[in-house]
């Protein structure tokens, strides 16, 4: 955990210090309205609080020493996999965005079991994948009025 | 009708593992919109009170509880399901549940209004302290280190000022974003937090085999005696002690703000073992041990919601969604509430009590259906799973923004969950932010000029200090790891 702290914190202090200069002034005005308050002040006190909060926690970090045996929180492998699992959620979202929900839920489902069970149940995977995107839509349609796309 | 379906999908829900009330709120709650308020958030407050018992379920058959706040239930729960005694326990946490939930919500039916009377006698300055106060406390109370914690607390906060200013209407980091002015919807972002993050962490681990070899005990079986299935009087009235003791932690540590089911388990757990005659057939099959810890899970369930009514402030996690579900329709959360929609709150008095009934009578009858939930293959499960998170968030405005929104934080929630920044402290820094910033604005127009008077304001001084020593305390408690 230490290391990825560092890390971390390095990275929130970098992500303080350009909101601080450069995207807050960008994005927020700091003309005070009638009430005599900025808009920008807010904003500012808090970036600041979690830039201090994050140079803390690097700093603490590199001062305390860690255990030989503390395992990493993030290893290459979880990387390769939330990668993969955004891309299939990006590719998911397009889908449903062009296609619809039940045809763009069937490409989901189908993915999602195909890369958790393999082929190894055919019939529940066919199954679930055309019924469960059918089944949510209905029941969003019929029992909530909500028409999804 | 909506509660007992509240509480019907909050036993379903729970009995899953994995899947627990705060993320099934989460998805509900757009499901609310087309329902009016009363009913919606009977739909919610019963998705809570269900989830809570259900997750009892899959921690006394399976060993592995359905929601966190179950966790002790596992210790003696499972032990006696390996017995034979499956039933039982189910029967017993089911018990302890509904007594705990009932006594907290006495408590807070009469707490709410008087702790809501004093808060509409505070002003912006002394509200900035209690919130601050809050995040504090909420921030300490989760995960491992309080830095991170702050850090999650301030990052959710800082979102919270995405929109137009609340001001001067002028658009505050959209980006260009249109969909943006009106800040980022809480909905899809606690449903990606919570929900889908949770399910990207799961099919992980089932991927890499960490589910394998779970054994599922049979709670049914035709040979198993009568008496093994059954609680008697007697059983329940040797428990009654440790169900009140733990009822009343429950409901104290539930009135805090934080996230504290899973410690008022653990304490009452404990407590209940050291007051034992027989500490030593805890871990082993006490029935004790199963009421200990589902009475007090429960009894926070309620009293979470005394600072929610009473300050504004959510006591928990879900307490911080029903925030979302509160505004959906039209309602503010807080002291003002009693004047403002003294009905509601009455209604939702009702509907708690009633929602204790429910859950006694569809936890009871519907015992042998739940438990066969924990069998359901997570392969088919969680991609269904994820097919609800994105209806649910494009239930939030009908737009496929919602949903690029919720699938944004599902990536975010994922590392945070992976580092150990509180998820659960961030979506309360979020839904706290803008009554953070609205009060925060306030005190700098009143006392810009005269900063000093602040000092002389006994109740922002006292939170200030509370703030402080709660902060000392924890990073003592925990050491160089949360420095």
Same mark, same amino acid.
């Given at each position: 955990?230490?290391?990825?702290?560092?890390?971390?914190?390095?990275?929130?202090?970098?992500?303080?210090?350009?909101?601080?200069?450069?995207?807050?002034?960008?994005?927020?005005?700091?003309?005070?309205?009638?009430?005599?308050?900025?808009?920008?002040?807010?904003?500012?006190?808090?970036?600041?609080?979690?830039?201090?909060?994050?140079?803390?926690?690097?700093?603490?970090?590199?001062?305390?020493?860690?255990? /030989?045996?503390?395992?990493?929180?993030?290893?290459?492998?979880?990387?390769?996999?939330?990668?993969?699992?955004?891309?299939?959620?990006?590719?998911?979202?397009?889908?449903?965005?062009?296609?619809?929900?039940?045809?763009?839920?069937?490409?989901?489902? /189908?993915?999602?079991?195909?890369?958790?069970?393999?082929?190894?149940?055919?019939?529940?995977?066919?199954?679930?994948?055309?019924?469960?995107?059918?089944?949510?839509?209905?029941?969003?349609?019929?029992?909530?009025?909500?028409?999804?796309? | 009708?909506?509660?007992?379906?509240?509480?019907?999908?909050?036993?379903?829900?729970?009995?899953?593992?994995?899947?627990?009330?705060?993320?099934?709120?989460?998805?509900?709650?757009?499901?609310?919109?087309?329902?009016?308020?009363?009913?919606?958030?009977?739909?919610?407050?019963?998705?809570?009170?269900?989830?809570?018992?259900?997750?009892?379920?899959?921690?006394?058959?399976?060993?592995?509880?359905?929601?966190?706040?179950?966790?002790?239930?596992?210790?003696?729960?499972?032990?006696?399901?390996?017995?034979?005694?499956?039933?039982?326990?189910?029967?017993?946490?089911?018990?302890?549940?509904?007594?705990?939930?009932?006594?907290?919500?006495?408590?807070?039916?009469?707490?709410?209004?008087?702790?809501?009377?004093?808060?509409?006698?505070?002003?912006?300055?002394?509200?900035?302290?209690?919130?601050?106060?809050?995040?504090?406390?909420?921030?300490?109370?989760?995960?491992?280190?309080?830095?991170?914690?702050?850090?999650?607390?301030?990052?959710?906060?800082?979102?919270?000022?995405?929109?137009?200013?609340?001001?001067?209407?002028?658009?505050?980091?959209?980006?260009?974003?249109?969909?943006?002015?009106?800040?980022?919807?809480?909905?899809?972002?606690?449903?990606?937090?919570?929900?889908?993050?949770?399910?990207?962490?799961?099919?992980?681990?089932?991927?890499?085999?960490?589910?394998?070899?779970?054994?599922?005990?049979?709670?049914?079986?035709?040979?198993?005696?009568?008496?093994?299935?059954?609680?008697?009087?007697?059983?329940?009235?040797?428990?009654?002690?440790?169900?009140?003791?733990?009822?009343?932690?429950?409901?104290?540590?539930?009135?805090?703000?934080?996230?504290?089911?899973?410690?008022?388990?653990?304490?009452?757990?404990?407590?209940?073992?050291?007051?034992?005659?027989?500490?030593?057939?805890?871990?082993?099959?006490?029935?004790?041990?199963?009421?200990?810890?589902?009475?007090?899970?429960?009894?926070?369930?309620?009293?979470?919601?005394?600072?929610?009514?009473?300050?504004?402030?959510?006591?928990?996690?879900?307490?911080?969604?029903?925030?979302?579900?509160?505004?959906?329709?039209?309602?503010?959360?807080?002291?003002?509430?009693?004047?403002?929609?003294?009905?509601?709150?009455?209604?939702?008095?009702?509907?708690?009590?009633?929602?204790?009934?429910?859950?006694?009578?569809?936890?009871?009858?519907?015992?042998?259906?739940?438990?066969?939930?924990?069998?359901?293959?997570?392969?088919?499960?969680?991609?269904?799973?994820?097919?609800?998170?994105?209806?649910?968030?494009?239930?939030?405005?009908?737009?496929?923004?919602?949903?690029?929104?919720?699938?944004?934080?599902?990536?975010?929630?994922?590392?945070?969950?992976?580092?150990?920044?509180?998820?659960?402290?961030?979506?309360?820094?979020?839904?706290?932010?803008?009554?953070?910033?609205?009060?925060?604005?306030?005190?700098?127009?009143?006392?810009?000029?005269?900063?000093?008077?602040?000092?002389?304001?006994?109740?922002?001084?006292?939170?200030?200090?509370?703030?402080?020593?709660?902060?000392?305390?924890?990073?003592?408690?925990?050491?160089?790891?949360?420095?």
């Amino acid at each position: 955990m230490r290391r990825a702290d560092i890390v971390v914190g390095l990275l929130l202090t970098l992500f303080g210090l350009v909101s601080l200069f450069a995207i807050i002034p960008a994005q927020v005005g700091s003309a005070a309205g009638d009430a005599g308050v900025a808009p920008d002040l807010f904003p500012l006190v808090l970036m600041s609080l979690l830039t201090g909060l994050a140079v803390l926690l690097w700093v603490s970090r590199l001062v305390h020493h860690a255990k /030989a045996d503390e395992p990493a929180p993030l290893r290459p492998e979880d990387f390769f996999y939330i990668l993969a699992a955004s891309i299939v959620l990006a590719a998911s979202f397009l889908a449903i965005t062009h296609l619809g929900f039940i045809a763009g839920g069937v490409l989901t489902v /189908a993915v999602a079991m195909l890369a958790m069970e393999g082929r190894h149940h055919p019939l529940r995977l066919v199954a679930t994948s055309l019924l469960a995107p059918l089944a949510v839509f209905a029941f969003f349609r019929y029992l909530f009025s909500i028409l999804l796309p | 009708m909506f509660m007992a379906a509240g509480v019907f999908t909050g036993i379903l829900v729970g009995a899953i593992p994995g899947l627990n009330a705060p993320m099934a709120i989460a998805i509900a709650v757009p499901l609310t919109y087309s329902m009016d308020a009363i009913a919606g958030i009977a739909f919610l407050i019963g998705i809570m009170k269900g989830g809570t018992f259900g997750g009892s379920i899959t921690a006394i058959l399976l060993n592995t509880p359905g929601s966190p706040e179950a966790t002790s239930t596992a210790f003696d729960g499972y032990p006696l399901a390996r017995q034979g005694k499956g039933l039982k326990a189910m029967k017993m946490a089911l018990y302890a549940s509904v007594t705990g939930d009932t006594f907290s919500d006495i408590v807070l039916f009469t707490v709410a209004a008087p702790l809501a009377l004093l808060a509409l006698r505070m002003g912006p300055a002394e509200m900035t302290a209690v919130l601050m106060f809050a995040l504090t406390i909420v921030a300490g109370l989760s995960g491992q280190s309080l830095v991170r914690g702050l850090i999650a607390a301030v990052l959710g906060a800082f979102l919270s000022t995405v929109g137009l200013d609340i001001a001067t209407a002028e658009p505050r980091l959209t980006f260009g974003f249109v969909e943006l002015e009106d800040g980022i919807p809480i909905i899809p972002l606690t449903i990606g937090l919570l929900a889908l993050s949770e399910v990207l962490i799961q099919i992980e681990r089932y991927l890499h085999a960490d589910s394998a070899g779970r054994r599922v005990v049979d709670a049914f079986a035709q040979d198993i005696p009568r008496e093994n299935k059954t609680v008697t009087w007697q059983e329940y009235k040797r428990c009654s002690r440790t169900i009140v003791r733990s009822s009343l932690i429950g409901t104290g540590i539930g009135a805090l703000p934080g996230i504290g089911a899973i410690v008022a388990g653990f304490m009452s757990y404990a407590a209940a073992k050291r007051a034992s005659k027989h500490p030593e057939r805890f871990g082993k099959g006490e029935l004790e041990g199963v009421a200990a810890t589902e009475a007090a899970n429960s009894a926070v369930s309620g009293a979470n919601l005394i600072p929610l009514l009473a300050i504004g402030v959510p006591g928990s996690l879900s307490a911080a969604i029903l925030i979302g579900a509160f505004l959906i329709h039209g309602v503010d959360p807080g002291p003002l509430i009693f004047k403002n929609s003294p009905q509601l709150v009455y209604g939702i008095f009702a509907i708690m009590a009633a929602g204790n009934l429910f859950n006694l009578v569809i936890g009871g009858i519907g015992l042998r259906f739940f438990a066969l939930l924990v069998k359901v293959p997570l392969g088919m499960l969680h991609p269904i799973i994820v097919l609800l998170c994105i209806a649910g968030a494009f239930a939030n405005g009908s737009t496929m923004f919602s949903v690029g929104i919720m699938l944004v934080f599902a990536v975010l929630g994922y590392f945070m969950r992976k580092l150990d920044f509180s998820f659960a402290t961030f979506i309360v820094g979020f839904a706290l932010g803008e009554s953070f910033e609205v009060f925060f604005r306030q005190t700098v127009t009143l006392f810009a000029d005269r900063p000093a008077e602040l000092l002389s304001r006994p109740i922002v001084m006292a939170f200030v200090a509370l703030t402080l020593w709660s902060l000392w305390r924890t990073s003592r408690r925990r050491g160089s790891a949360a420095a």
